[in-house]
């Protein structure tokens, strides 16, 4: 089983402390948050120089980005330059948020949402990038735009694009993680893993919420052993990244394929 950490849980100046991540852990990063020149100086050192290099994934925009904001004519432009740059440092693949928020009726918001999924996705193939799409939005705070099926269903509608399944929203939202998983299977390329008690998207370690993570990991070792396994923290104490990483690892290494 592949394992990854995202930047999220190392903002600002404490991003130096992934320079001390072994290079078996990939790194997914927030990439609308630097410039080209940052993520150069910051990140990709960390891969340089070394006989093993470690591999990067990109998390599209989704702070100034909406797919679901019919105002917002600038997601074109975001993706394109998010693109470019996975296409540069030869990145796995490109996290790509149905919406955030969003206002209006639901049926004819999607509708919009499908369209432009669709530019972006088609955006990422001129690019020979891979686009992933995240399940996104939370029931209690009205931004829950694609359910379960809704959310099975757009890989139907866009065959060529992959899933990352994010265990802190499907938790919050109810749904049946074990199950997402087997209905996946081959499809989901990664995963943002993080726990919560499910009245909020709080982005802790795993253990800290309610999640039942060994029916989780059973799932991912019966139906999608290659998907990658993202940490995507709010927060982690540097000094004990790595050794949290192999607690996961030797407690779930049975699931090693």
Not at 7 to 23: E, I, Q, T, V
Not at 222 to 248: N, R, S, V, W
Request: hydrophobic fraction near 40%; charged fraction near 20%; aromatic fraction near 14%.
């Amino acid at each position: 089983m592949q394992w990854a950490v995202s930047d999220l849980a190392f903002a600002g100046f404490n991003k130096k402390y992934l320079s001390g991540l072994p290079l078996s852990y990939n790194i997914e990063f927030f990439y609308e948050f630097g410039t080209d020149h940052y993520w150069d100086k910051v990140l990709l050192p960390l891969a340089q120089n070394n006989k093993e290099k470690r591999t990067f994934s990109l998390h599209g925009p989704c702070v100034a980005v909406n797919l679901a904001d019919s105002s917002d004519e600038y997601y074109l432009k975001a993706y394109a330059e998010t693109f470019a740059y996975a296409q540069k440092i030869k990145a796995e693949f490109v996290v790509v948020h149905t919406n955030e928020g969003y206002h209006g009726e639901a049926k004819g918001v999607r509708e919009l949402v499908y369209q432009r999924l669709g530019e972006v996705i088609s955006l990422a193939q001129s690019y020979g990038v891979q686009a992933v799409i995240e399940n996104v939005g939370l029931r209690p705070c009205g931004s829950l735009l694609f359910d379960f099926e809704e959310y099975l269903e757009l890989f139907d509608r866009y065959p060529q694009a992959l899933a990352l399944l994010d265990t802190g929203h499907a938790h919050v939202n109810e749904w049946d993680i074990p199950e997402a998983v087997r209905r996946l299977q081959k499809k989901l390329l990664a995963v943002h893993v993080h726990d919560n008690d499910g009245s909020g998207d709080s982005h802790q370690p795993v253990g800290l919420g309610t999640i039942k993570w060994e029916p989780y990991f059973a799932a991912i070792r019966d139906y999608a052993p290659h998907a990658l396994q993202i940490l995507e923290y709010a927060y982690i104490e540097p000094g004990i990244l790595t050794e949290h990483l192999q607690k996961l690892e030797s407690r779930y290494g049975a699931l090693r394929f």
